[in-house]
């Protein structure tokens, strides 16, 4: 059972940054894809960014985050991450962390069904 650890949240003023940390001690997280969804009060998860497996670098972003978050991996720490920019209340949300075995998202993001194993999840709050 993957157990998968999200880090990093917390509160940040609006035009403030924030990096999301997401871990697997003891699972190899280069195996799986990793999508970081997020779900605000009363509103139902959504996808915010994505990352294949290592077979290949696509990543896709929602449309509401492009230009401002960016995903990426370390292999060699084992996690990946996502750097959001520019924050803005409306970023507000609790953000998970999914994983997904040897999945690519070059040809869009995965839903959320197809993720596997999700996290507990972090909270992001944007405001002055």
């Known amino acids: 059972q993957v157990q998968l650890v999200e880090s990093g949240g917390g509160l940040v003023q609006p035009g403030g940054s924030l990096r999301l940390s997401c871990t697997a001690p003891g699972f190899t997280l280069a195996y799986y894809a990793i999508g970081w969804f997020r779900q605000a009060p009363g509103k139902e998860r959504e996808g915010v960014s994505c990352?294949?497996?290592?077979?290949?670098?696509?990543?896709n972003y929602a449309d509401s985050v492009k230009g401002r978050f960016a995903i990426s991996r370390d292999n060699a720490k084992n996690a990946v991450y996502l750097q959001m920019n520019s924050l803005k209340p409306e970023d507000t949300a609790v953000y998970y962390c999914?994983?997904?075995?040897?999945?690519?998202?070059?040809?869009?993001?995965?839903?959320?069904?197809?993720?596997?194993?999700w996290g507990q999840g972090t909270q992001v709050t944007v405001s002055s």
């Open positions: 999914a994983a997904a075995w040897m999945k690519t998202v070059v040809n869009g993001p995965l839903t959320l069904y197809e993720y596997e194993y």
């Open positions: 990352i294949s497996s290592n077979n290949d670098d696509a990543t």
